[in-house]
Structures are given as C-alpha cells and as structure tokens.
C-alpha cells in the first residue's frame, strides 16, 4: 500500500522511523519536535505578515485609483 505522503509505502516510513531513533535517540526527540514546531509556526506567521501587508498595499493601490478616478471624472463634468 502506498501512502499519500511522498508516494511513500508504511515499510520505507517504518525504516526512517527507526533510522531516526537510532540517530537521535528517544531523548532527543521531543526536542528536536519542538524545535521543528517553533520553525514551521514562524514560517507560518512570517507567512500571514507578508499576505496581510500584501493586502494593505492592494487596497491602498486602489484607493489611490479610485480617488483618481473621481478626480477625473468631476474634470469632466466641469467641462
């Protein structure tokens, strides 16, 4: 059976799994799942900060095309 994660069988995982232990050892291991939490939540947040100051430049980006806009349009009507 294949699983879905990396086109990985339960055999290849069940291997890493063990070469993992035997590398690092059961003590260590807590930690070393620890450090790659903190890692990927600062990623995530890093993440998040970059989309929502993406979003802040688009709206302003469009607030300055609609004053634009506007500005050209009460051009036209004086005319």
């Given at each position: 059976?294949?699983?879905?994660?990396?086109?990985?069988?339960?055999g290849s995982i069940f291997v890493i799994v063990i070469a993992i232990l035997l590398l690092f050892g059961s003590?260590?291991?807590?930690?070393?799942?620890r450090t790659l939490g903190k890692g990927i939540r600062e990623i995530k947040n890093a993440t998040s900060e970059i989309q929502n100051e993406v979003a802040k430049g688009?709206?302003?980006e469009d607030l300055k095309d609609l004053k634009k806009i506007k500005d050209d349009l009460d051009i036209t009507k004086k005319l």
């Open positions: 059976m294949n699983l879905l994660f990396l086109g990985l069988s339960a003590k260590e291991l807590p930690n070393i799942a688009a709206k302003t």
